[in-house]
């Protein structure tokens, strides 16, 4: 099982992010190196890439806020 | 090259490929618009270019749609290819002197020696609370003018093939993007709208519609949105045990009569969702086409499923239930059998 975090280069320290769409769906494979979300911050997006391969499971749904570091999915 | 099938975009993406890809190949292609080059437009459609290309080929322009549009027009008489977009396709008022008096009758009024290279982009579509004049959709005022050809994608894969067959066509095409497809988190995004896009060239031809579900027993005609009513719709058919057979316009003008007299030929029944004022609509061009074909025998009278013919309130609760959806596509079909 990997997690698959909001990593330092695209979430500001201490401030707020926000997914604003997931590119794959929850239950779907996913291979390491796909871009699985788009990420706002501030007012530039950013790509979120998959770390590993597998079955992604969304724990936080678009439109949510994010910070650095928060685990947003999983990858079984 | 990709040639995994998982290089998701979103259709906003998808249509900033495709300018770029263009901008790169055809140093006559140019992009104007409001808030297009900083921000990299309001709905997503410009990402990256200014950086890439400079202010010169990108340019914001102030809220003058009626100056920029018309200096579109007069840019592709004399040789480049502008696109340039309306953010609200409600506002074409201000600028419609210069689209279809201008644009649309060049290359007839010229006998083919000029011709009007330019693409209009424009966004479509409600459904986010944003009153009467940022949420039309207004397909059939623009299908309606001989000379311009409409053009409006379902999906990514199409966003970006459509595009780039808008650019490359010699005449006016007006490209519609609607808001509820677009894939920026603040309008919500039908989830089906984001596919596969091939990174190298490709083109989705004008004019073409496509079968994106097959069966017997009804055909459900859509584009934009709609599409995506359609197949939620013919998911639920189907547990009924209804064929449902979804045909995605994706041009509506020309509009493809061939594709769709061939799919009502085989199922013999019609319904067109059209998220437009009900009246004078595509929609009823659709049903029309089929009507008037002297061979072809219907089980049941056509149907449609629209927005009324009134102006679109800004209250959510009073603008949801007037949209089409997909509930209101199965109660159109069920009453066909």
């Given amino acids: 099982m990997t997690d698959v975090e909001i990593p330092a280069e695209i979430v500001d320290e201490g401030a707020e992010g926000a997914i604003s769409v997931w590119l794959f769906r929850d239950g779907e494979t996913v291979v390491a190196g796909d871009v699985l979300a788009e990420v706002m911050n501030e007012k530039a997006a950013a790509e979120l890439v998959a770390p590993a391969s597998g079955r992604l499971t969304i724990l936080v749904q678009a439109e949510s806020p994010v910070r650095r570091g928060q685990v947003v999915a999983r990858i079984d | 090259m990709s040639a995994s099938p998982r290089r998701r975009l979103t259709i906003a993406k998808a249509m900033s490929e495709a300018l770029a890809h263009e901008m790169a190949r055809d140093p006559r292609v140019l992009v104007m618009g409001e808030d297009i080059a900083r921000l990299g437009g309001v709905f997503g459609t410009t990402q990256g270019l200014l950086a890439r290309f400079g202010p010169e080929r990108v340019r914001d322009t102030p809220i003058s749609e009626t100056a920029f549009i018309g200096a579109a027009v007069g840019l592709a008489a004399a040789g480049m290819k502008p696109v340039v977009e309306l953010m609200f396709v409600d506002f074409f008022g201000v600028c419609m002197d210069s689209i279809y008096n201008l644009a649309a009758k060049q290359s007839y009024f010229s006998g083919g020696h000029v011709t009007c290279p330019l693409v209009l982009m424009t966004s479509v579509g409600g459904g986010y609370g944003d009153g009467g004049q940022h949420s039309q959709c207004l397909y059939a005022t623009f299908a309606h003018l001989p000379g311009m050809k409409v053009v409006i994608p379902s999906s990514s894969h199409d966003a970006k093939g459509l595009l780039l067959a808008a650019i490359r066509d010699p005449n006016p095409v007006v490209f519609m993007y609607h808001k509820a497809l677009q894939g920026m988190g603040w309008l919500g995004t039908?989830?089906?709208?984001?596919?596969?896009?091939?990174?190298?060239?490709?083109?989705?031809?004008?004019g073409k519609a496509a079968v994106v579900?097959?069966?017997d027993d009804v055909t459900l005609v859509g584009w934009g949105v709609g599409v995506h009513h359609a197949l939620d719709s013919a998911e639920m058919l189907a547990a009924e045990g209804i064929g449902a057979e979804v045909l995605d316009l994706r041009t509506l003008a020309p509009l493809d009569r061939e594709s769709i007299l061939r799919s009502v030929r085989k199922t013999g029944r019609l319904v067109v969702i059209d998220d437009d004022y009900r009246s004078c609509g595509v929609a009823a061009e659709v049903i029309a086409s089929v009507c008037e074909t002297r061979d072809?025998?219907?089980h049941a009278a056509p149907s449609r499923v629209t927005f009324p013919d009134v102006p679109i309130p800004f209250a959510p609760e009073m603008e949801r239930p007037l949209l089409p959806d997909a509930g209101k596509v199965v109660s159109a079909t069920r009453a066909q059998f």
């Fill in chain 2, 190 to 206: 039908i989830p089906r709208s984001i596919t596969h896009v091939p990174e190298e060239d490709f083109v989705v031809p004008i």
């Fill in chain 2, 213 to 215: 579900r097959e069966g």
């Fill in chain 2, 296 to 298: 072809l025998v219907l």
